[in-house]
Structure formats: structure tokens, C-alpha cells
């Protein structure tokens, strides 16, 4: 059995923060820790390639003060991301099925064809 490596994802929460751009939605801000994701699908990436299981995660922001005091996160440093890491203990990764990229991607408006 394998143990996970857990990482971690880190944003400064500098008066500059950009998460209030999108605060006055009816939605989560998904803008504030938007640089950090391009970071972690590199990482989720080259470890699917290495055979490793992972996930991203965003619920220990739920618990941040408790994880920034666990892993001890200077101020003004905040939780964006956690990426458990770990080799299978079963099968592993099936096949990948993938949608045509016309039922994904469209152009100037929903529903029209991209391709």
C-alpha cells in the first residue's frame, strides 16, 4: 500500500488580489487562486504520465486557518489548492475516453460548431 504525498498550493492575499473582480456574482470566486491552476495541471499531468494518482482539491480552504498553522503558512500566504499524490494500489488509470471536441468547444456563441 502506498502513502500519499500531499502538496500543497500557495497565493498571496496582497491588496492587489484580484479575487474581487468576480465577488458581486451569485457565485464562488474562482478568479483569486486562478494563477495557481495552470501550475497544478502541469504537476496533475506529469504525474498521470509517471503513473501517479491525484486529484485536485479546494476543501482545506474550508479548514485554512488549521492547515496554514499544520504546515506553518507565513502571512499574507493562503491555501489555493491541495494535490494528494499517490501510486494505485489497484488497477491504476483505465483507458481515456475523450468527447469530440465539437461537442466541447464553440465559437462566438454556445452551440455553434468550433470546428
Not at 8 to 16: I, M, N
Request: aromatic residues 6%.
Amino acid at each position: 500500500m502506498s502513502r500519499p504525498i500531499p502538496r500543497q498550493g500557495y497565493k498571496s492575499s496582497s491588496a492587489g488580489d484580484q479575487a474581487g473582480i468576480n465577488a458581486k456574482l451569485d457565485r464562488v470566486s474562482v478568479v483569486g487562486g486562478g494563477s495557481i491552476y495552470p501550475a497544478v495541471e502541469n504537476l496533475l499531468l506529469a504525474c498521470r504520465a509517471e503513473g501517479l494518482g491525484c486529484v485536485l482539491t479546494t476543501l482545506l480552504c474550508m479548514c485554512e486557518p488549521e492547515v496554514r498553522e499544520l504546515l506553518a503558512i507565513p502571512q499574507p500566504w493562503g491555501t489555493a489548492a491541495a494535490v494528494p499524490i499517490g501510486y494505485p494500489i489497484l488497477r491504476g488509470h483505465g483507458p481515456i475516453s475523450r468527447r469530440p471536441v465539437e461537442e466541447l468547444a464553440f465559437a462566438d456563441s454556445w452551440g455553434t460548431p468550433f470546428a
